[in-house]
């Protein structure tokens, strides 16, 4: 098998005395789509935050692409890396939010164009004409010039996506793309998802999405209370769960399901800053 | 049972209701308009106002020029240092280095709590600090030479502190400095009320944290801290007239005072005051009013553009 593109080794992280992550271990291999599972507070979003440095980890190392993550290994002693190079190494990842995090003063275009142009130092000539591609893949070809607040949620998050695409990386996570969205908006965000998967895309998916789990995973991670549960092909972990503390998530998650209710009304965890992640 | 063709016929049409009465007004209104006539009564009767004498001393040469070098022109300087260091000063009060926001906390009391008079006052005199002038070179470049027991001097340039602190160039010092203050708690203001998503979108971009503000944090950051910065500039074209403190006479309010006490027409000379203010003040509510519009682009309703198919997140964008 070829070398893990990520690989996660005893992570952990606190926020003071709260132990957030207990150890994580997570490999994950080009192409392949991993869904992080779990109950809120499983410390899920926390760790794919861990995996582009927007909190820093207290323990155990993370690796993309063979890179050390935050610190640079000098004869066995760590150094955390300068502002510069965490920069540089966050520009291989990309990453959507629960709440999309577009740039309410630009347009979508230019919220598309500032990375590439001011980060990557790119022509904005050949960096539009990209965006417009990007725009027509995400289906949003006709909105390039409107602000963000023109725009409903599920275009907004699909927006975002464009916007994480255009720095092309190595690597996309996605926290929890869908939680914001009113149901009907959900579908359209999930079949951008879907199609980037298909491309061969590597992505790491926060959700409480079971179809996308279901369909679209190669790979379910079950976290629950800081520690990785269980670890499997969908068909497995969603099926036929090992562990007592998956098939209580699993047979709440379903129920919610079969209510006709919707999986990502799942009251979820609104991050106010300030807090603690969860 | 609507559907019912014979229920249609009682179904309610439009409404042409009698609107409430409102007799407070009208009597608000006659009030106030007794009052407004006997000001304007008094404004045209008052042999003090002497208005040929106001028109007169409003357009008169050393005013005029008072009122580009000390109102204008030391205004303009005054907000521009305001502004460039009030910036810098939250940046680094915001700073994760705790020298660097402890230094911005010691300058922002200072000039917070020192009276823009008094302030003035001590820009006049720091002469009298700096008797041999103010040299510029090396620091402690005495101690060197003492050491060495050689002859000279690391000092480059020399000011001559009575020159530099006195006038024009001093009053926009002092009152950029005061101002420097003010916007410093403005703008920090304005930067914790963007959103720390945006900051951590922009990380993710790999954007590094300078970047990040110049490009994400401060642009938004400026709809919070246009419309306060108007009352600003306002406050300071008003406070330019304590510039007879440093002392700069090339200053509006200055010239009319002494028009004043030379003719003695008090009330004409304070009516040319204010309306001078009064006009400025006018012009800067009308600029303001465009510098929002500009800073409020993606916020708020929407301006133009095709509905979308649904609603907008209505949590994403605040109600202009």
Same mark, same amino acid.
């Given at each position: 098998m070829s070398e893990p593109l990520i690989s996660a080794v005893n992570v952990s992280k606190s926020f003071g005395d709260n132990e957030v992550l207990k150890g994580i271990d997570l490999s994950v291999y080009p192409g392949q789509v991993v869904t992080l599972l779990g109950p809120s507070g499983s410390g899920k979003t926390t760790f794919l935050r861990c995996i582009n440095q927007l909190e820093t980890i207290n323990g155990g190392r993370i690796y993309v692409d063979g890179d050390l993550m935050g610190y640079e290994d000098k004869g066995g002693k760590l150094h955390t890396l300068t502002d510069k190079k965490v920069a540089a190494q966050r520009r291989e990842i990309g990453m959507v939010f629960q709440k999309f995090? *577009?740039?309410?003063?630009?347009t979508v275009l230019e919220n598309i164009c500032e990375a590439p142009v001011?980060?990557?130092?790119?022509?904005r000539r050949e960096v539009v004409e990209e965006a417009h591609a990007l725009l027509e893949q995400v289906g949003l070809g006709d909105k390039a010039a409107e602000y963000p607040n023109q725009l409903s949620g599920g275009q907004q998050q699909r927006v975002a996506i464009a916007r994480a695409l255009a720095m092309s990386p190595k690597l996309m996570l996605f926290d929890?793309?869908?939680?914001? *969205?009113?149901p009907e908006l959900v579908g359209d965000v999930l079949a951008v998802m879907r199609d980037l998967a298909r491309s061969g895309m590597t992505m790491i998916v926060v959700t409480h999405e079971m179809s996308f789990a279901r369909e679209v995973a190669d790979e379910v991670v079950f976290m629950d209370d800081g520690v990785v549960v269980e670890v499997g092909p969908p068909g497995e972990v969603l099926v036929n769960p090992q562990h007592q503390r998956t098939k209580d998530f699993l047979s709440r998650v379903t129920a919610d399901e079969e209510d006709g209710g919707v999986v990502e009304h799942i009251p979820d965890h609104v991050y106010r800053p300030g807090e603690p992640r969860t | 049972m609507s559907s019912d063709p014979s229920s249609r016929e009682a179904r309610p049409g439009k409404i042409d209701a009698t609107p409430v009465k409102h007799p407070g007004r009208w009597v608000a209104v006659a009030v106030i308009g007794v009052l407004v006539a006997m000001f304007a009564n008094m404004l045209f009767t008052n042999e003090a106002f002497e208005w040929p004498i106001v028109v007169d001393t409003m357009t008169n040469e050393p005013v005029l020029r008072g009122l580009l070098i000390g109102t204008l022109w030391v205004t303009l300087l005054a907000m521009i240092i305001g502004v460039t260091v009030g910036v810098t000063l939250a940046v680094m009060r915001l700073s994760p280095n705790p020298v660097l926001s402890y230094v911005a906390f010691v300058f922002i009391w200072f000039f917070r709590g020192v009276p823009r008079l008094v302030l003035l006052t001590i820009m006049g005199s720091l002469g009298v600090l700096f008797q041999g002038g103010m040299d510029i070179g090396i620091p402690f470049d005495y101690l060197f030479f003492n050491l060495t027991g050689l002859?000279?001097?690391?000092?480059f340039l020399t000011l001559d502190a009575n020159t530099v602190f006195v006038g024009v160039t001093g009053g926009a010092i002092g009152l950029g400095l005061s101002e420097a203050a003010y916007m410093a708690e403005i703008a920090r203001a304005g930067i914790t009320s963007v959103d720390e998503g945006q900051r951590e979108a922009a990380a993710a971009l790999g954007m590094t944290p300078s970047k990040t503000m110049r490009r994400i944090v401060l642009p938004q950051a400026m709809r919070v801290i246009v419309p306060p910065t108007g009352n600003e500039l306002m406050s300071m074209v008003k406070d330019t007239s304590l510039l007879g403190a440093v002392p700069v006479t090339n200053e509006l309010f200055f010239q009319l005072e002494a028009i004043g006490s030379r003719t003695f027409k008090i009330v004409p000379v304070l009516t040319a005051a204010c309306l001078w203010y009064l006009i400025i003040g006018s012009v800067l509510m009308f600029g303001q009013y465009f510098l929002e519009k500009r800073f409020n682009?993606?916020?708020?309703?929407?301006?133009?553009?095709p509905a979308p198919a649904t609603d907008p997140e209505s949590s994403q964008g605040t109600p202009a």
């Open positions: 995090n *577009l740039f309410p003063h630009k001011m980060v990557q130092g790119r022509k929890e793309p869908t939680s914001a *969205l009113d | 002859d000279g001097d690391m000092r682009r993606g916020y708020g309703t929407r301006v133009s553009g």
